[in-house]
């Protein structure tokens, strides 16, 4: 057994008995109120899931196990020479609760090693796809090709206890996160670089090995372990990670339950944030005739954008009232390796511009940047300009928090997820509406 799942395996009888204690003793007590508006309203800050991987606070941002996004960056080991934590260790975080040691980010190292290798079936799959088809219909579509491997399924027909259901939910998740990096960076250049297909390299970590298959020098690995942490997991009420919940409560496995969330995540609401905020900074440049504007005109411009109706994109947050930690961690990136990049340069100027002019105006309850306002600018500096695939690389990110919580779910044998609803005139009579 690998010290990862060692670790889990230790950590699950005492969390079990915290829950089982909690809903039998205390399962009457409320925890929130049902408006109307929220029914409506896709359920917006109602209270009625749980997790420990992140929790999403208002002032500090997200923490991932109750550390923020500058701690975990200070804390997690690094591989040597690197700026960046390991993938693996922050992996191991969301899944134990435990900052690594060098030992234990070793092993799963390693054990990822062991898991990578991706059938070829899987390839074929891909190539006899039209070639105009999203990249992340090939990626879901991949990740779905898997499935047939699940050892939860072949575990669960032969008959298994439901307390053992997080064992194989385990080794799906482990089997599948070890091969996402090779079938997204596979994706991409099959897709985007006329098939010059760049084979992984054992010797590298997850973020390294995705920057080395991607074919994109150093300090691109550094960005993509940021990448993947600042975006593996955002609570468990957004769209991708609720979905992914949403099909596990089933008891579909891995393969199924992240494919659905990739299909969430693939929302124009939801994952296509980033491009669409690096396409308005782009259209920005062009009405500027390319050319960096001074601050008089940037205001004119935002006001202008603002009076017409539209918002800025990326700016503002449900949650969130102060800057994203997760944009000010690639600021601090951009700041080191691409200071005099021209779109660098606008999007620094709209982070001093945008708050005050939306303060100013009144109607924003957050003025400051998320991390959508900042992710698309880095890797379109790095080459990466094909908008459709920032989506796909956003996936591999969120499949880290999305697996670590279905794994637990597993633990504590989450129910199948089954809301009640009630009609319009249901509520109308409610509201003592005639």
Not at 173 to 192: D, T, V
Not at 387 to 398: A, L, N, Q
């Given at each position: 057994?690998?010290?990862?799942?060692?670790?889990?395996?230790?950590?699950?009888?005492?969390?079990?008995?915290?829950?089982?204690?909690?809903?039998?003793?205390?399962?009457?007590?409320?925890?929130?109120?049902?408006?109307?508006?929220?029914?409506?309203?896709?359920?917006?800050?109602?209270?009625?899931?749980?997790?420990?991987?992140?929790?999403?606070?208002?002032?500090?941002?997200?923490?991932?196990?109750?550390?923020?996004?500058?701690?975990?960056?200070?804390?997690?080991?690094?591989?040597?020479?690197?700026?960046?934590?390991?993938v693996?260790?922050?992996?191991?975080?969301?899944?134990?609760?435990?900052?690594?040691?060098?030992?234990?980010?070793?092993?799963?190292?390693?054990?990822?090693?062991?898991r990578?290798?991706?059938?070829?079936?899987?390839?074929?799959?891909?190539?006899?796809?039209?070639?105009?088809?999203?990249?992340?219909?090939?990626?879901?579509?991949?990740?779905?090709?898997?499935?047939?491997?699940?050892v939860?399924?072949?575990?669960?027909?032969?008959?298994?206890?439901?307390?053992e259901?997080?064992?194989?939910?385990?080794?799906?998740?482990?089997?599948?996160?070890?091969?996402?990096?090779?079938?997204?960076?596979?994706?991409?250049?099959m897709?985007?670089?006329?098939?010059?297909?760049?084979?992984?390299?054992?010797?590298?970590?997850?973020?390294a090995?995705?920057?080395?298959?991607?074919?994109?020098?150093?300090?691109?690995?550094?960005?993509?372990?940021?990448?993947?942490?600042?975006?593996?997991?955002?609570?468990?009420?957004?769209v991708?990670?609720?979905?992914?919940?949403?099909?596990?409560?089933?008891?579909?496995?891995?393969?199924?339950?992240?494919?659905?969330?990739?299909?969430?995540?693939?929302?124009?609401?939801?994952?296509?944030?980033?491009?669409?905020?690096?396409?308005?900074?782009?259209?920005?440049?062009?009405?500027?005739?390319?050319?960096?504007?001074?601050?008089?005109?940037?205001?004119?411009?935002?006001?202008?954008?603002?009076?017409?109706?539209?918002?800025?994109?990326?700016?503002?947050?449900?949650?969130?009232?102060?800057?994203?930690?997760?944009?000010?961690?690639?600021?601090?990136?951009?700041?080191?390796?691409?200071?005099?990049?021209?779109?660098?340069?606008?999007?620094?100027?709209?982070?001093?511009?945008?708050?005050?002019?939306?303060?100013?105006?009144?109607?924003?309850?957050?003025?400051?940047?998320?991390?959508?306002?900042?992710?698309?600018?880095?890797?379109?500096?790095?080459?990466?300009?094909?908008y459709?695939?920032?989506?796909?690389?956003?996936?591999?990110?969120?499949?880290?928090?999305?697996?670590?919580?279905i794994?637990?779910?597993?633990?504590?044998?989450?129910a199948?997820?089954?809301?009640?609803?009630?009609?319009?005139?249901?509520?109308?009579?409610?509201?003592?509406?005639?």
């Amino acid at each position: 057994m690998s010290r990862l799942k060692e670790k889990l395996a230790e950590k699950i009888p005492a969390y079990r008995e915290r829950v089982t204690r909690l809903v039998k003793e205390h399962g009457d007590v409320v925890i929130d109120q049902v408006h109307v508006r929220q029914m409506y309203g896709g359920m917006r800050g109602l209270k009625s899931l749980t997790t420990d991987i992140s929790y999403l606070d208002p002032e500090e941002g997200i923490r991932f196990r109750g550390y923020t996004i500058p701690e975990c960056l200070e804390k997690m080991p690094k591989p040597p020479g690197s700026e960046m934590p390991y993938v693996e260790g922050h992996f191991y975080l969301l899944l134990t609760g435990d900052i690594p040691s060098t030992d234990d980010i070793k092993d799963v190292v390693d054990d990822f090693k062991t898991r990578s290798a991706v059938p070829k079936h899987v390839f074929d799959m891909l190539h006899a796809m039209s070639k105009d088809t999203h990249p992340m219909t090939m990626f879901s579509a991949a990740v779905l090709a898997l499935q047939n491997d699940s050892v939860f399924v072949k575990k669960y027909n032969a008959g298994l206890s439901k307390m053992e259901y997080w064992d194989p939910t385990y080794e799906d998740s482990m089997n599948l996160l070890a091969k996402l990096p090779e079938i997204a960076a596979y994706i991409y250049r099959m897709k985007y670089k006329n098939n010059k297909i760049i084979k992984p390299n054992p010797d590298l970590d997850f973020g390294a090995n995705f920057a080395h298959m991607m074919g994109i020098d150093h300090p691109y690995d550094e960005i993509s372990r940021l990448y993947f942490m600042l975006h593996s997991d955002h609570e468990s009420g957004n769209v991708s990670a609720h979905t992914t919940h949403l099909v596990g409560s089933a008891l579909s496995d891995a393969y199924y339950s992240l494919s659905a969330g990739l299909n969430g995540l693939a929302g124009p609401l939801h994952g296509l944030a980033n491009q669409e905020v690096l396409r308005w900074i782009q259209q920005v440049m062009d009405k500027m005739g390319n050319t960096l504007p001074t601050q008089e005109e940037l205001k004119k411009f935002v006001w202008d954008t603002l009076k017409s109706g539209q918002v800025i994109p990326g700016y503002g947050h449900a949650v969130l009232r102060k800057t994203d930690p997760r944009y000010t961690a690639q600021r601090d990136f951009s700041i080191k390796y691409l200071p005099d990049d021209k779109i660098f340069k606008l999007v620094s100027m709209l982070y001093e511009v945008v708050p005050p002019i939306l303060v100013e105006q009144g109607k924003a309850k957050n003025p400051w940047p998320n991390v959508d306002a900042h992710s698309g600018v880095i890797q379109w500096h790095y080459g990466i300009t094909e908008y459709d695939f920032y989506t796909v690389m956003f996936g591999v990110g969120r499949a880290i928090g999305v697996l670590s919580n279905i794994i637990w779910d597993r633990v504590v044998g989450q129910a199948l997820e089954r809301p009640k609803s009630l009609t319009t005139a249901m509520l109308e009579e409610r509201a003592g509406i005639k």
